[in-house]
């Protein structure tokens, strides 16, 4: 008896493995393989000098901006978005987007333009107030507007990191899909025009400006790299791989107007997940397990900064078990980094050395970008 009801649970279980139905329809593809954590990748420290401020004051700053004073902005999964002094005290409520703001930058006016998951484009102007630019494009709407980044002009370009899944479930049944649902997007004020640069991406994710603004790169979480689309030029209006095959998930990206990307990195590559990228059977088995039994990010603080050649400058990690991770965004302002986390009840500061060549002594805020 015991026997046929433990078989009758197991042809329960195989069937649900193998039957249940899923929202997503993956498909196959060849992940390359992951470079290891040695060379310009070496694992390290030096993160661990990064100082936590705001603790415990919201769940998830994804991203920090800097105003032209100094003063820090963020998000939480709360829909607020809260300024603090240049020292991370004194909070202060500036408005709340009643959804998920993630990516934030100002524009030449003062306006902070915001990529909400939920709410698509908006503006927040020095008062308060809230101003929807855009929900939509190609007559397609935003599930997962992610990230933003404004140029000289006001010329706000952003991705919608999955036309597909929403930011409820972070990006996982995007990832698992590989479905190729983002689209890179620039939205000009003055037309009040949306227009599709790139489409058919791997989860959009994080937007960054090159400092003559001849280039826009987005981070393609995932397909571990990062893409370039040219702006001016004889190549303006093509794209091409800027960075292939990261050690890391890519996540946000800056420039700090000086020519260096600053990559934040989810975490290291999940050896588990790209065994399955060529399986999307396995991938859809791993789907109906319970969360806990999916393949998980290790808990690694991982930073890395990139030349306009695509070359590694820096290689930043920490990881310690009390790591601040996951790093999903960097910003710089003068020779201070800003760390923002998707899930995080805080932000940090990382000290950049007197003498690194990233340094910016005399920083202008509207060079630098998200």
Request: glycine share 10%; aromatic share 10%.
């Amino acid at each position: 008896m015991i026997k046929n009801i433990a078989l009758l649970i197991l042809i329960i279980l195989v069937g649900y493995l193998l039957f249940w139905p899923v929202s997503i329809d993956p498909v196959a593809w060849q992940a390359p393989e992951a470079p290891a954590l040695e060379g310009p990748y070496a694992s390290n420290s030096a993160l661990a000098q990064s100082r936590s401020l705001a603790v415990d004051d919201g769940i998830g700053p994804e991203d920090v901006a800097i105003d032209s004073d100094g003063f820090l902005y963020v998000g939480y999964v709360d829909g607020r978005i809260v300024r603090f002094n240049p020292d991370g005290s004194n909070p202060d409520l500036i408005a709340d987007t009643k959804g998920r703001p993630l990516g934030l930058d100002f524009d030449p006016q003062g306006n902070l333009i915001v990529a909400d998951g939920y709410k698509g484009l908006l503006s927040i102007s020095p008062s308060g107030a809230i101003a929807a630019l855009s929900q939509r494009a190609n007559g397609v709407d935003y599930k997962f507007t992610d990230d933003v980044d404004a140029d000289s002009n006001g010329v706000i370009y952003f991705t919608d990191a999955s036309s597909k899944f929403g930011p409820a479930l972070h990006a996982r049944d995007d990832i698992l899909e590989h479905g190729g649902h983002g689209r890179l997007l620039r939205y000009d004020p003055a037309s009040d025009q949306t227009q599709v640069l790139l489409d058919g991406l791997q989860f959009a994710n994080g937007v960054a400006l090159s400092r003559d603004e001849d280039f826009i790169l987005v981070n393609e979480t995932g397909s571990y790299r990062i893409v370039r689309y040219w702006l001016k030029g004889d190549k303006a209006g093509s794209h091409d791989v800027f960075f292939d095959n990261l050690p890391g998930i890519p996540d946000g990206i800056s420039s700090n107007g000086n020519g260096t990307f600053w990559v934040a990195l989810f975490s290291p590559r999940n050896a588990m997940l790209d065994a399955m990228s060529d399986k999307p059977l396995l991938r859809k088995v791993a789907f109906r397990l319970p969360s806990f039994l999916q393949p998980q990010p290790a808990h690694h603080g991982f930073v890395l900064g990139l030349n306009e050649q695509g070359e590694v400058t820096h290689n930043l990690q920490d990881t310690s078990a009390d790591a601040f991770a996951p790093i999903t965004s960097v910003e710089q302002h003068g020779n201070t980094l800003y760390l923002g986390s998707l899930t995080a009840p805080r932000f940090a500061t990382y000290p950049l050395p007197a003498n690194d060549p990233a340094t910016v002594t005399e920083q202008d805020p509207s060079n630098a970008t998200n």
